[in-house]
């Protein structure tokens, strides 16, 4: 196993890659044209075997080892960018306003550039390994590793384990951190609207009024978590939109309440869909109001599995040392859509430390470039490990 001064060559080449991608952001489903640059790098390192325009801009390339048969193993980076306005200062800084690389894709997709290159030419594995460049990870559903997955990738490379990673601000660099079972929570939307009878503002006795029944609603849901979920399990339910009349003397026939539900459990996002409903309808209707319900289910939570978590605690402890990598870490209620990754295919996800920078999505945040030789040599050792010959 490698240590990271290994990597430190890469690091330097792995840098520019990521001021070319970080000047360059592209929109979910619309990374042409860092699936090019992707593309004619992977070509510049030997790889041969690159298929693109999987889920409009994805790209899976096939490194074959020189170690003889064996399985194939997929390493995932995502390449989309966010629609914020860049405040982080920086040289680099996005040369394309109103987009900005804030959750740090750019950091993501040149470390496994990086590790591609290492793969390519170092070659000291049995079987092949998987590079999976997806877009679109941040939009709502359906996302690009949702797409990836339905447009059967795991089938036609013969994928049978799959692994992640995400930068972490807050944890420090050269450190890893991820833990066995749920590692980021799932993510579904509602809607409800309070249908009851508008009129003017001065006679509400004439009205049956959707905005006291949308109060009563929003107050109603909190005790969902509260009173009726075992508090040993995580649920969240936050009420996020509201909108009703847009004048003082105006009571609407109509309030539009919108929220948002995470959960590390996929039974409690059957209780939140049911219980929602039944609570929100039983309110509306005691004040003779009815509802409109819509429950939209994105990212499911993503579950690491107890295997692809122990190899991926041994690759990073064979980089950085067993006291540099916490396998206990929460999970986050964040989502993640590598999660339909691993629903497809066992494996699992893992933190990167990125130092005392910004939060992920904040305009001021930038991918620390630090970083880049613990995450290229992760997977450098990852699949050393899993695909020891
Ligand atoms: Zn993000
Ligand atoms: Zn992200």
């Not at 070509?43 to 790209?59: D, L, M, Q, R, V």
């Not at 793969?119 to 590793?145: C, D, H, N, W, Y």
């Not at 880049?372 to 997977?379: D, T």
Request: aromatic fraction near 8%; charge should be negative.
């Amino acid at each position: 196993m490698k240590s990271v001064e290994t990597f430190r060559d890469l690091q330097r080449e792995a840098t520019e890659w990521r001021h070319y991608l970080h000047e360059n952001p592209e929109l979910y489903f619309q990374e042409h044209s860092t699936a090019k640059f992707v593309t004619e790098k992977l070509a510049s390192f030997g790889i041969n075997h690159i298929e693109t325009g999987i889920a409009e801009t994805g790209i899976v390339a096939l490194i074959q080892g020189g170690g003889g048969d064996g399985p194939t193993i997929g390493l995932r980076a995502d390449m989309d960018a966010l629609p914020i306005v860049e405040a982080s200062n920086k040289p680099w800084s996005s040369k394309r306003p109103g987009i900005m690389h804030a959750c740090g894709h750019d950091g993501h997709t040149a470390m496994l550039l990086g590790a591609a290159k290492y793969l390519a030419s170092t070659r000291k594995f049995k079987g092949s390994v998987a590079l999976i460049f997806q877009p679109a990870e941040e939009p709502e559903f359906p996302t690009g590793g949702f797409r990836m997955v339905q447009e059967g990738i795991m089938e036609r490379f013969a994928i049978s384990q799959v692994f992640g990673m995400h930068n972490a601000p807050g944890i420090e660099v050269g450190k890893f951190a991820i833990c066995d079972g749920p590692i980021m929570g799932s993510q579904d939307d509602f809607d409800i609207a309070v249908k009851g009878r508008g009129g003017h503002a001065a006679h509400p006795y004439r009205t049956v009024d959707p905005v006291v029944i949308a109060a009563q609603i929003i107050l109603g849901l909190q005790t969902l978590v509260s009173r009726r979920t075992d508090p040993r399990e995580s649920l969240v339910i936050s009420v996020t939109k509201l909108s009703a009349a847009q004048a003082y003397n105006v009571i609407p026939d109509r309030v539009e309440i919108a929220g948002t539900v995470r959960t590390l459990a996929s039974g409690l996002r059957d209780f939140a869909e049911r219980e929602i409903l039944a609570s929100a309808q039983g309110i509306a209707r005691g004040f003779g109001a009815d509802i409109e319900f819509r429950y939209l289910r994105s990212v499911p939570a993503t579950f690491n599995h107890t295997e692809g978590t122990d190899l991926a605690i041994q690759a990073a402890r064979s980089l950085v040392g067993s006291a540099s990598v916490n396998d206990k870490i929460k999970p986050s209620m964040g989502a993640e859509d590598f999660a339909y990754m691993l629903e497809a295919r066992p494996g699992a996800y893992i933190f990167l430390g990125n130092g005392p920078t910004e939060p992920v999505h904040n305009p001021a945040y930038d991918f620390n470039d630090e970083a880049l030789p613990y995450g290229i040599g992760y997977w450098a050792n990852l699949v050393e490990t899993i695909l020891s010959p």
